[in-house]
């Protein structure tokens, strides 16, 4: 006897006695008594009942021979799906407490889920009337009810494209897999090298193309996109004989176009999650950081869906797969928390009560798809050792402010309310920590390591930045506030340093997609401030020196129309110039930058006003700026940190 009705009774919903053919389809002459085909868990089911019939346990038996950790609990998978767990993790997690203390990744039809409890588990039996039907929610026991998705008409209105046929050429395809293993995998570890060489192979290949996915057309657009992104034009121009721009576009409309075919709002594979993190990646500073923040809400909760979560040894999953999950739910923490920054917001998941563990500080081949145990830990810095100091910054500041403060905020620098005794520890624990674990093994003829020595030291002197701000805004001792300021701008200066070796060191060039996007706009103005301000020779001298750097070493500076704080910087630049003038008895030589900067700041204006730019000379359009500053220059000259608007730096947008 079939276990499930035939299809003629499945689609009037009528009792079947599943015989062949049925009593049912005999009456109706018409209909053909058709069974449908036995899923793997039937099958499996079948074969429990003869192991049973045999006299054995087909849990004990599969356990004995698995000869593995990951075991099945509660009922077969015939009843339940595939239930893994780690009987020790489960043990750990009941006696430790916090979390669900028995998580499940349940398997159906060749997908994971997961559920928080194995409790949830119990609706997914079949009883004999179950049987009696075949719709979507026989056939998948993980859905209740057989709704359409949302915006699901939004994907499907628009004409197909072949992306097959959309590929790039197997020699530029080359050239942008090589770009993103130089240049962008490195620093957005998701994947092991070893993983990546199949969907490698194929793409060098036209014919067979048409064999991917649409999760894994997804990934290999994002990572082709990510490249792109990570070119200069010239570049672009020598290796793809194409301008960035075209290319760029190009790329992000087959990559969105792959993405929108993979049902975003239900993910059920771990490829579309990395295609997405790519994704984002290589749309900072380009894509809208309201969109970029919607969107990684959305990742977010279909990877909580997928348990990513949630640590690996406590689902029963094998070392590899523990370690991917954990680099792709680290990474999305990573970029969670600095979109977060950018939108003046505090990130909700950071102190939420998660429990995926940090990566492990390994090489890809350090660990493989059979392994049963995790590997050790290398000491030193490896090729994952960027991603990792990121991480561990993040999950430094998770640990300490959930027991000190019991939470995270963005504003916990400037936070009166916090004793800045404790905000002064935090940032010489955090320095001594990554002295620790990063900086003291830094190669300074390596790239990666060379980044993480600059950035962890920027990041230190951005902290102390933020800490001493309040105490300057708001000091009335003027001997304290002296003091303060004075220690303010050397931090500040140092911060600038900073970005200026970012941009200016040939060892890290092929990472400056990444390094000129964080800018230290808070840095700038507080250099700004005390460039119209100070009276000692020495110390301006310094400031302008270093201004003049940073304009010849951050070309994005100049891009006036690209954002608001660029022009407004420029502005007060040619201010700050003119109110050191003002305070001198004898006229300085303008330096070369400001100049430079007056002409632009003009047309700039003139292309806001509509207008179309003359070909007038330099000095002609810096002397009309001059006289259109004149009425301002008064209430300028006196620029403070209580006269700026730091909502207005702050925001990338």
């Not at 995270?408 to 320095?431: A, C, H, I, R």
């Amino acid at each position: 006897m079939r276990d499930q009705a035939c299809e003629p009774c499945a689609r009037r919903k009528v009792r079947c006695d599943r015989e062949e053919p049925c009593s049912n389809c005999k009456r109706r002459k018409h209909d053909r008594c058709t069974y449908p085909e036995p899923s793997p868990f039937d099958r499996i089911r079948r074969l429990e009942a003869l192991v049973q019939s045999l006299g054995g346990d087909p849990e004990n038996d599969t356990q004995h021979h698995a000869g593995s950790k990951r075991t099945r609990t509660g009922r077969s998978p015939a009843q339940s799906g595939t239930i893994l767990q780690s009987n020790d993790e489960k043990t750990a997690s009941v006696e430790k407490g916090g979390r669900s203390k028995d998580p499940v990744i349940a398997e159906e039809n060749g997908q994971q889920f997961y559920l928080e409890s194995r409790a949830w588990q119990d609706w997914l039996g079949h009883g004999e009337d179950d049987q009696a039907n075949t719709d979507t929610a026989a056939k998948n026991p993980f859905l209740t009810r057989n709704h359409p998705n949302a915006f699901q008409a939004m994907f499907s209105s628009r004409d197909p494209i072949d992306l097959a046929s959309r590929c790039p050429s197997p020699q530029d395809a080359t050239t942008l897999w090589n770009v993103f293993n130089q240049r962008v995998n490195p620093v957005v570890r998701i994947s092991f090298s070893w993983a990546l060489k199949p969907l490698h192979s194929i793409s060098m290949h036209p014919e067979h193309q048409k064999q991917l996915t649409d999760a894994e057309h997804a990934f290999i657009f994002s990572m082709y996109l990510s490249s792109a992104v990570s070119l200069s034009d010239e570049e672009c121009q020598r290796e793809l004989h194409q301008p960035r721009s075209y290319i760029i576009s190009e790329l992000q409309i087959l990559c969105e176009e792959a993405l929108s075919r993979t049902n975003l709002f239900c993910m059920t594979d771990i490829t579309v999650l990395k295609a997405l993190t790519i994704y984002m990646a290589a749309g900072i500073d380009r894509l809208s950081t309201q969109s970029l923040w919607s969107l990684m809400g959305l990742v977010i909760r279909n990877a909580e869906k997928l348990g990513i979560h949630r640590d690996g040894t406590l689902l029963g999953l094998s070392p590899a797969e523990t370690e991917e999950r954990r680099r792709l739910w680290w990474q999305l923490q990573h970029m969670d928390l600095a979109l977060a920054i950018w939108s003046g917001l505090t990130p909700l998941t950071l102190m939420a009560d998660w429990d995926a563990k940090l990566p492990l500080n390994i090489e890809d081949d350090d660990i493989t798809p059979s392994m049963k145990d995790l590997p050790k830990e290398r000491k030193g810095l490896t090729s994952m050792s960027y991603c990792l100091y990121t991480y561990w910054v993040l999950d430094y500041q998770r640990r300490f402010f959930s027991k000190t403060n019991g939470r995270f905020e963005l504003s916990w620098q400037t936070n009166k309310s916090l004793p800045y005794q404790m905000k002064g520890d935090f940032v010489s624990q955090l320095e001594d920590g990554l002295n620790k674990n990063f900086i003291q093994f830094c190669d300074p003829i390596k790239p990666l390591d060379t980044i993480i020595s600059i950035s962890a030291r920027a990041l230190i002197c951005g902290f102390r930045q933020r800490i001493l701000h309040p105490i300057v805004y708001d000091s009335n001792d003027d001997s304290a506030s002296e003091e303060h300021r004075d220690t303010l701008l050397s931090s500040c200066l140092q911060s600038l340093e900073y970005n200026i070796a970012f941009l200016s060191s040939p060892l890290i060039k092929h990472f400056h997609w990444l390094t000129s996007r964080f800018f230290t706009w808070y840095a700038f103005m507080g250099v700004l401030v005390e460039a119209s301000r100070q009276h000692e020779t020495a110390k301006t001298n310094r400031i302008w020196g270093l201004l003049s750097d940073l304009y010849s070493t951050n070309s994005t500076l100049w891009e006036l129309s690209e954002d608001r704080r660029k022009a407004q910087a420029a502005e007060l630049v040619i201010t700050a110039w003119k109110a050191r003038q003002n305070k001198l008895d004898h006229q300085l030589q303008k330096p070369d930058f400001v100049a430079n900067l007056e002409t632009r700041l003009a047309e700039h204006r003139l292309l806001l006003q509509g207008g179309a730019v003359k070909q007038e000379t330099n000095e002609s359009v810096a002397t009309s700026h001059s006289v259109l500053l004149g009425e301002e220059m008064d209430a300028l000259f006196n620029i403070d940190f209580q006269d700026i608007d730091w909502s207005f730096w702050s925001g990338i947008d």
